[in-house]
């Protein structure tokens, strides 16, 4: 990677964060699934909805994300 590129490269996370909004590519990484799965849990109410923030804009609220994945353990 050359410096340009490296100068641009978005960090590594490698922990979701707790409070927050994300999109789709800020939760995925996090969860173990894919986007197929993501929207086929959230229509099933299998997952926390989503809110739109615009025509092109959906995203999740961390809060909630991390209490479903609380539920889970539960």
């Known amino acids: 990677m050359n410096k340009i590129e490296h100068q641009y490269a978005k960090p590594i996370k490698h922990e979701m964060p707790k409070f927050g909004l994300g999109r789709e590519r800020d939760i995925l990484p996090f969860l173990g699934f894919k986007k197929t799965t993501l929207w086929k849990k959230v229509a099933l109410g ?10 092109r804009c959906t995203v999740w609220n961390y809060e909630h994300i991390h209490q479903w994945m609380n539920d889970l353990w539960e």
């Open 46 to 55: 299998e997952f926390p909805q989503p809110a739109r923030m615009g025509a």
